[in-house]
């Protein structure tokens, strides 16, 4: 990877951390209303493996800590940002929120509330593929937590038997909300849990960029060539709670400073400056510059984009010529 | 005009518009190789072979969910969930996502998605094979619901239902596979939104739907014949939307209203039709509104004890003589 493509990736992870941090600030404001779901710490991830996909092709869904995904899929960031303003300017028209982010015109599939709803949706994203003979691929971003579901093993099940182009990649940051993940799974590595299922699976580091792009790239390469599922793990941490109502009493200052340690940012721009690729001076200047755009541009357009008009609330209910007749 | 029995009318309408679509497909328990419990789908397995008539593992969440995530991507799945009552078990998929897909994208992803159950009380099944869930199903925004009382509409919504972009679940009746009836020989459309007119009269309308269309329909005629009561009989036919216009009109005209259901009453059709009624019409009712429907327990298997739990034309009858104080 060359150097001009090194600092993209270093800016597009800042700018998935600055952008979530407004997100907070709004949040507090009231300008964000309902659960907010932040990405700080995981940013390698979404960004890692989505790097080695073919974006705005592959189909690509996930719950609702959904704002990167979004982002690294192609969504435009004030197309976000309005929706979670609640704006007829956002990518659902005000319609979704923070956990329900649509953007089929670059594939990204949305955001579900519902943990372990986006299994078998991903899956059947994949049957069509198969279907239409394509070469894309479904990919689906879900939790430790959510292969407690019944749909997690029923969709493993199914994908396997149907030879089903899916990629599931499973973010592990030890948690479902303030339940530790021994304290709800008796196999915590989750990359082991679909073995039985004959379904090749691999786990890595989540936290080092340049780590979850090698194995996303062969996990991507082997999904679309060999034309069946595979499954990543990620070892990752949110270095926040789990949403903005979330005070995170259940984990220790100790681990959380120890994985503040292991920031993906902190350590790609460490090798990036080790390397000469960045000085410090750049990704100061490259931080402010993120963090203007993201107040200038992004959140000053959510502010003054209008709200859905009220006359319009049972709209989208049905399609328009929803009742067929011939 | 050929005559069909209700299990060739679906039959006909599957085969119709998957040779007519190659995204349209079909899944679901033994509906392949087996050729369906209620041979609906038979013989289409060796016509459009496995990717197209998918014998599914008993997982009905999950492959509801994998139609679902087809249909988000423009194909036309129909899924056969084996008995109404499996179909709690996909209750997730359906609410959480197909009902509500197109809503919270800001109507930017549509659901064309079939769900084909067989419901209703058949013959000493007991109370986990006895459901009706059609409460439940007209419940829940975005979703379309219909019930064919006859093997011309058991076609001819099946044929809406896979051409209408909004998801659609069709419940069909366990006791009705073989009944026979008129279909037309050219390809044929049953609105998925509207009353029928099963037979017109003056002096009641009775609102029915799905089996209890053939009760009412005994019922008007022994109505006629021993009491002179010329009664009206309504197939409700779409539970949702229900057709508030189409109900009041036949009220306009009869001043009186009898609902029979084959579900329990505690909510349900008949009490959203009486709803209905006196939101649109109150003014125009000669008598109170009377409902006929199953008692409220779960269906036992006792054959005597099972009748006396389901209503049949009988009660009908019994219900109107004294409504006219005969
Ligand atoms: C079906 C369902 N049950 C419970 C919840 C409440 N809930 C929201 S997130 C969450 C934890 C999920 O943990 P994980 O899958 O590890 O994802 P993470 O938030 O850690 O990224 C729970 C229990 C829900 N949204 N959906
Ligand atoms: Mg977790």
Redesign the pocket.
């Known amino acids: 990877m060359d150097a001009t493509d090194q600092k993209r990736l270093l800016r597009e992870m800042l700018f998935a951390r600055r952008f979530e941090e407004r997100c907070a600030e709004a949040y507090h404001e009231r300008q964000i209303g309902g659960f907010l779901?932040l990405y700080p710490g995981q940013e390698a991830c979404a960004i890692g493996v989505l790097e080695k996909a073919q974006t705005g092709s592959d189909y690509v869904v996930t719950?609702?800590?959904d704002h990167i995904h979004a982002l690294k899929s192609g969504m435009d960031p004030k197309a976000l940002m309005a929706e979670l303003f609640g704006k007829e300017a956002g990518c659902s028209k005000g319609r979704g929120g923070s956990m329900h982010l649509f953007d089929p015109d670059v594939h990204f599939m949305g955001g579900y509330?519902?943990?372990?709803?986006p299994f078998p949706l991903a899956a059947g994203f994949a049957k069509v593929i198969q279907l239409r003979g394509g070469q894309e691929i479904s990919i689906c971003f879900?939790?430790?937590?959510?292969?407690n579901?019944g749909t997690f093993h029923e969709t493993m099940n199914m994908a396997s038997l149907w030879k089903l182009p899916v990629l599931f990649i499973c973010?592990?940051?030890l948690?479902?909300?303030g339940?530790a993940i021994e304290r709800a799974t008796v196999e915590i590595n989750q990359y082991k849990r679909v073995a039985p299922y004959g379904i090749e699976a691999a786990q890595c580091d989540g936290q080092d960029i340049d780590i979850v792009m090698s194995h996303a790239e062969k996990a991507v390469n082997y999904v679309r060539e060999q034309r069946k599922p595979y499954f990543l793990e990620l070892m990752t941490y949110?270095l926040r709670g789990?949403s903005m109502s979330d005070s995170g009493a259940y984990r220790s200052k100790e681990e959380v400073e120890e994985w503040a340690q292991r920031d993906p940012i902190g350590i790609y721009k460490r090798r990036l400056v080790e390397a000469g690729v960045v000085t410090e001076e750049e990704f100061h200047a490259m931080d402010k510059a993120i963090q203007d755009e993201i107040e200038n541009e992004v959140v000053r357009y959510a502010m003054e984009c209008p709200e859905p008009r009220v006359e319009d609330v049972a709209r989208y209910v049905y399609t328009e010529g929803g009742n067929h007749h011939g | 005009m050929a005559e069909l029995m209700y299990w060739q009318g679906i039959l006909r309408a599957h085969d119709e518009e998957m040779a007519r679509d190659p995204l349209v497909f079909a899944m679901g328990e033994d509906i392949g190789v087996a050729g369906g419990t209620y041979k609906a789908t038979s013989g289409l397995f060796a016509k459009y072979g496995e990717q197209r008539v998918i014998d599914t593992p008993i997982s009905e969440n999950s492959y509801t969910g994998i139609g679902v995530g087809a249909a988000m991507l423009g194909a036309r799945p129909i899924v056969e969930i084996m008995s109404v009552n499996f179909a709690w078990l996909a209750m997730?998929q359906l609410m959480n996502n197909a009902a509500k897909i197109h809503y919270m994208s800001g109507g930017r992803i549509r659901c064309p998605f079939v769900m084909r159950v067989p419901g209703g009380t058949a013959h000493q099944l007991g109370a986990q094979h006895s459901a009706r869930m059609e409460k439940v199903f007209m419940g829940i925004s975005g979703l379309r619901v219909v019930t064919p009382a006859t093997p011309r509409d058991a076609y001819g919504l099946l044929k809406s239902a896979v051409r209408s972009d909004d998801p659609v679940v069709i419940i069909e009746h366990e006791s009705m596979y073989n009944l026979k009836g008129e279909v037309p020989d050219e390809e044929f459309f049953t609105p998925l939104e509207g009353v029928e007119i099963m037979r017109p009269g003056k002096d009641i309308s009775i609102f029915a739907y799905n089996i209890s269309v053939h009760w009412a329909l005994d019922a008007a005629q022994k109505l006629a014949s021993e009491y002179g009561i010329d009664a009206e009989v309504i197939d409700l036919r779409a539970l949702k939307p229900l057709d508030r216009a189409g109900i009041a009109a036949s009220v306009r005209k009869t001043h009186r209203a009898l609902i029979v259901e084959e579900d329990e009453a505690p909510v349900g059709v008949g009490s959203e039709v009486i709803a209905i009624i006196n939101e649109e019409c109150f003014f125009d009712l000669d008598a109170a509104p009377v409902r006929v429907h199953a008692l409220d327990v779960p269906i036992p298997y006792n054959h005597r004890l099972e009748k006396a739990a389901i209503p049949n034309a009988g009660d009908v009858v019994a219900a109107v003589k004294k409504m006219f104080g005969r």
């Open positions: 779901h719950g609702y800590r509330a519902l943990v372990g709803g879900l939790g430790d937590g959510a292969n579901q973010e592990n940051n948690y479902g909300i339940t949110r789990h | 997730d």
